[in-house]
């Protein structure tokens, strides 16, 4: 289990990252989310022993994480840290040696993965001549090759096709059947829903929201209704708690303040003719991240 507990992090006089706590088990992706500037990559360099804290603790199977304990972690950044004059082999073996692999085992795991991948004729390439997808395999699966108990991805499906994004997607979820604990930071939220068990929203370096991903859309108030009919768009507007009404194609989303609002709603709509859906839904996390950042700069 990775524990990070009450760290805090200060550039000088700047507090980057504020008293933050999460946990995350075997087998669990867990999602770091913030704007930019919100203390992910302060967050991750400190997990990978990269950077020392100011206070707190972070623990990986009850052990505190410096430099002799970074062979368990992988991380695949935005950045590319690749040497491109250097081939996919060349490469694979300079990092695979550096954590403790031999030159055998790093070639047959670089052969499994790039055949996975789809990738296999690159083995001899240039980085260089590599396309941004097909680097961007390359780099996740430099950070797989020592198979690591943790992996920390961010934005890993950047410069990537829908083809390739659903081939990443599935060596994710193999991972996470295989009790890899995966952290995975991205902006696109879609994303997120898709993987995380549990998540943390960062502003300013503080936690503003944290939890399983199902309790914090339970939780949360706020609601849409999704109709489709002939409504009459200004009464329901009039309605007290209802937020916003708005119409994507043939389907209106009725933004309500709390379940309480869907009584007054459904009595307005069965004036109206053609009602042929009426479903009251969680927000999305789009929403709720985009709530809760917002509440959190106006404080
Ligand atoms: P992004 O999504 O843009 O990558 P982030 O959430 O990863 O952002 P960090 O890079 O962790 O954010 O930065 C958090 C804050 O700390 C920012 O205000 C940043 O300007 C500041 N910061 C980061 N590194 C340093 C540093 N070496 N010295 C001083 N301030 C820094």
Redesign the pocket.
Known sequence: MLKVEHVTKY??D?R?VNDISFEIKEGEIFGLL??????????FRMIMGLLDKNGGKITLDGKEIDYSQTDKIGFLTEERSLLLTKTVLEQAIYYGVLKGLTREEVETRLDEYLKEFNIEEYKDKKIKELSKGNQQKIQFILALLHKPKLLILDEPFSGLDPINVEMFKKVILRLKSENTIIIFSSHMMEHIEYFCDSLVI?VN?SAVLEGKLSKIKKDYRKKNIKVIGDIDVDTISKIKGVVSVDKKREEYTIKIEDESVTKNVFKALSKCDNITKFVVEEPTLNEIFIDKVGESYEK
């Open positions: 550039y000088g700047f980057a913030g704007v930019n500037g919100a203390g992910k990559t302060t967050t960062l370096g």
